[in-house]
């Protein structure tokens, strides 16, 4: 059975693993909404990619970049300092 997300995500679980790479990821279950995916990058980086067609990357180190539903991208520079 798929395990449910913290508190009130909207979400279950249902897959995770580590790729070739050695990267963490897991896969969401948002029922009627669709689903996504999540990579925990052994680098520091992040990625998520959500069942509305967004998705979102962080470098870990100040860059991150957000791309909309209708295709949009939003990039940030700040510092992670």
């Known amino acids: 059975m798929p395990s449910k997300g913290s508190g009130n995500s909207g979400y279950s679980y249902t897959g ?17 909404s669709g689903t996504g995916y999540h990579y ?8 998520y990619s959500n069942p509305n067609g967004s998705t979102y990357y962080n470098t870990g ?14 990039k940030s520079y700040g510092s992670s300092k």
């Open 61 to 74: 180190d100040g860059y991150s970049k957000y791309t909309s539903p209708s295709g949009g991208v939003y």
């Open 40 to 47: 925990s990058n052994n680098d520091g980086s992040y990625y």
């Open 16 to 32: 995770s693993g580590t790729n070739s790479n050695g990267n963490h990821w897991c896969s969401r279950d948002y029922g009627t």
